[in-house]
Structure formats: C-alpha cells, structure tokens
C-alpha cells in the first residue's frame, strides 16, 4: 500500500493560542476577562468551522452579473457560500459593533480585534469589507455630520445580519493609488442641486457593499488633494437598480481571489458630501487609521494560523527516522517563525490598544507615527513568514488543495493596500517630524520600564541600541532610507513590547515562553538600518 501523509489539522484556535490569551490577561483586568472569554471561545468553534467550510469551498470565486435575464443592467456580485457565512458570523459577534457599543470602554478594541484575530483566517478575506465598515463608523462619527451618521451607523454597526450593511472605500484611480491626489473623478450638481459623481475607481473591493466613502473632485476645485472632497453614496436606488455605475469587470488577482475587487464606472451617481467640499484625503484619515490597524491584525493573524498548522504537521510527518517536530533544524526553523509571529501579534494589538485609547479620548500624539509603523511592520513580516511557513510542508506547501498556498497569496496583498511599505514609510518619516524622536524614544523606553534584566538584559539591549542607531540616522534622514529606518523603528518597538509581555510572564506566570520569543526575534535581528 502506498503511503499516506495524514494532513495537518488545525486545533481550536482559541484554546491552542498562548500569545492572544496571554496578552488578554495581561492588558485585561481579570472581571473583564471573565466577561469575554464565552465569545472568545465561541468565535474559537465558529474560526474552526470557517476553516473547514473555506477548504470546501475553494473553488468558488464572486461573479460578476451585469444583466438580469430580461436585458437590464443590474451589476450584481453573486459572493461565495463562505462569504454568506462570514457575512452572518460577523454581524452577530458584532466584529465592527463592539467596536462602538463600548461595553468594555476602551478595551472594546482589544476585545473586537481579538475576535478578529481568530475569525480572520478562515473569512477567504471578509475581513476586508469588515476593515472598511468599521472605517466608515468611524470616519462618519467624526465627520459630525449627524444626517448621514442616523442613515448608515446604525446599519453599519447592526448585529442583525439582515440590517448589516458593509460599506466601501473608493479611492484608488488607475492614476495614483499612492498618490490619490491624481484622482480625476468629478462631482457635478445637477439642476435640482443634487451631487453626481463621474469618472473611474480602479480598485473596488466591496463593490457589493450597500454604500461607500468617494473621493471626488467637486466641479471647479484645485488639482491635487486638496481639492477633493469626501462622498457618501449608497450603491443601489431605491428599486434596487444601480446608483448611476456599472462594473467593467472584477480584477483577476494573485490571491484574495474570494474578494470581488471591481473596476467601476461612476456615471452620474447620487451623492452627499460627507463635510465640506475640499480636504477630502484630510477626511478619510480616520477610515485609514481604522483599516491599517484591521491590516495588522489580519497580518500576526496568517502567522498564527500557518505556525498552528505547521506545528501540527511537524508532529505528523516522519522524516530521517523521527518526526520532523523532534528535528533540531526544524524546531529552530518553527522558533523564528514564532518569535516573529509573536512579535507581530504585539505589535497589531499595540495598535489596537491605541486606537481604543484615542477613542475614548485620551490623547495619543504618536498614534500618527505607530499606526503607519504597525502596519507596514506585520504587513512584511506576514508575507515573509507566510513564504517560509509554506516551506515547513515540503511540496504540499506548494499544492493548491492542501488549503496551504493560498496564505501567501493572500498575505501577499497585506503590503499594498492601505498603504505600501515605501509610501507609509515617507508617512511615518513626516509623523516624526511632527512629534520628534523624543517622542518615540520615551514611548519605548516606557514599554522597557518594568523589565529587570536577567534573561531578558539582551533583548533590552538589543531595543536600547536600535534607538540609538535610529536616532542618529533620524539627526541626518534621507527620503532615500526611510523604509530601513521605518522597519527599524516598528522591530523596536516590537522588541520592547515583547519584553513588556515576556517580564510580566516571568512575575506574574512564572513563564518562560514568551521570553524565548524575544530573545530569539532580538536574534533575527531589529536594526535594519546597516542594509
Ligand atoms: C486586492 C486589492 C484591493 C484593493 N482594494 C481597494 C479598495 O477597495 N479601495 C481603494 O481605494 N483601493 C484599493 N486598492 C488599491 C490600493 O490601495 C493601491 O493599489 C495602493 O494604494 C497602491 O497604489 P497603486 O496601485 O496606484 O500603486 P502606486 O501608487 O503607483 O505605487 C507603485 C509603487 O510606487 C511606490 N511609491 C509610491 N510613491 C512613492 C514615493 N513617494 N517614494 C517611493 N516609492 C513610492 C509604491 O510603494 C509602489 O511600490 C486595492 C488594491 C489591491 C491590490
């Protein structure tokens, strides 16, 4: 009989994820924890039945129906079974409620992301049309503009799947996505005074969404970013026809092939302005800081899932007479993988743990430097990770219905949108001009505060040196170095929230995991600035 590989399996994501319930413990007060841990062992079972249910389904893409069978236009976008599914799950666990309900003040953050943090892998992407809904709360909220805020929150923030609505981000054109400021669709007012947008988004990815945020460009305004404002739309007219856009088609993509990403046409869509009728890019800040931090999330998120599986498969496959788990060279290989995984789980929880506390009003001026940091940090060290995870299987990593594959491409894409690493890079360079290294400088060292040497006095070292480093390369910058400086500056942070989790394990836990990880991430190395 021929041999037979059993397959990798994937334990209860919850029960099975050290690093998210430790944080938990350690950022949570104990009743609070008590509190969400039903949800979180819920969202364990339903991320389990995600991920079976995304296996079987992996074939099926969206499709595109521009007419209905009588000749009219109708630009429909049929979604998958999974996403039906995820769609159902999301609405009812609150994945973007919570965010708002603020049961738990500004802890709710680390409560919804960490219900993120488990559904996200097996959501084929439904993550991504969920980033921009929470976007667009957030961006409506501050917006003020009350009409618009009593029209769309309550249904972007409902747990009744049949009320939710997902909303998109139209600003990409095929001139700029960097760059929006090349944007060239227009605004017009019709006679009756009623504002309708005209020209082409490039890159739509809840095309299917029931409303969206636009930028466009009112008749008459400057070029360049300023002169675009901020729309608000709702993609269907009240029989259900399309708001004045048809889709050319859905983009044939590398990875995140579940999402239908769609060129659009806008001709003469009903639009409202969101707030004043420039400072468009201005306006849309908050939606950005919302979905990079979304971005994150999902990045630690692909590391956690491919080391569980990888784990898993380490214990199952014998090789040269033992099982590959008990193989020197490949428990090293699996421990850098941790020690990244962890670093990265840090630090889009960092950036989830700022966004809670800005919301509740407590002022966070680096939230402008960390948030680009966050994202462009994870977004590498996932698309790093998910290329070497694919390795740990052998030729099966590199076999579509192993389920495998589709981690690095999908995570592939985590470095694109939302900025990518060179553009947040330049982004980041500005936000410190801003707040100054200082700023930064007294940021980590406070995250070091509690630490106490011992087994960690390397790593400490290692954030201590990396500062200095930075801060002399920041005393002469160059546009040129800026994304060198910028992973540098997102690896120490990382390396300094490590060591804050890994000391408070040792005092609290009497754990030593969490210091191995940082001791090791210290070894792959923080300071990229020698490259
Ligand atoms: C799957 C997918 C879904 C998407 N969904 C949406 C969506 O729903 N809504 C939306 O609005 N957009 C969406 N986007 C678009 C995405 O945000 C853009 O692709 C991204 O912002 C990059 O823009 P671009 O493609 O025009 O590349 P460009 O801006 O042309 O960038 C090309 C290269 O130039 C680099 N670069 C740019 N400026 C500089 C500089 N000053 N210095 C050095 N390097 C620079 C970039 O880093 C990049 O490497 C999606 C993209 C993808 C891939």
Redesign the pocket.
Known sequence: MAFIQPAPSLPQPYDADPALKGLLRRALAAETLAELEPSLSTMGELALRLHQLSLADRLNEPRHVPFDPWGNRVDRIEPTRLWQEAERIAAEQGLVALAYERRHGAASRLHQFALVHLFHPGSDIYT?PLA?TDGAVRTLLDSRNQALVERAVPRLTSRDPARFWTS?????????????GLGSTEARRDAAGVWRLYGR??????AAAPMALVLARPQGNPPGGKGLALFYVETRLADGAPNGFTINRL?D?L??RK?P?AELELDGMVAMPVGELANGVRAMAPMLNVTRTWNAVTAASFLRRGIMLARDYARKRFLFGAPLAEQPLHQDTLGGLEAEAQAAFQLAFHGAELLGMVESGVSEPLHRLLTPLVKLTTARQAVAGCSELLECFGGAGYVEDTGLPVLLRDAQ?LS????????LS?EAMKAMGSCGFDGFRAHVQELLEGARGGSLAGPERAVRAALLRAEAWWAGAE?AGARRFALTLGRTLALALMVRQAQWALDREQDPEPSRAALRFAANGVDLLHL
Do not use: N, P
Not at 168 to 179: F, L, Y
Not at 201 to 206: E, L, M
Not at 416 to 423: L, P
């Open positions: 991504c921009m998109g981000q139209w600003m990409t054109e095929s001139s700029g996505g960097s760059d929006v988004k490039w890159f739509t990815s809840a983009k993509k990875g995140t999402l990403t894409v694109i949108w939302e900025g990518t690493t060179d553009v330049l546009e």
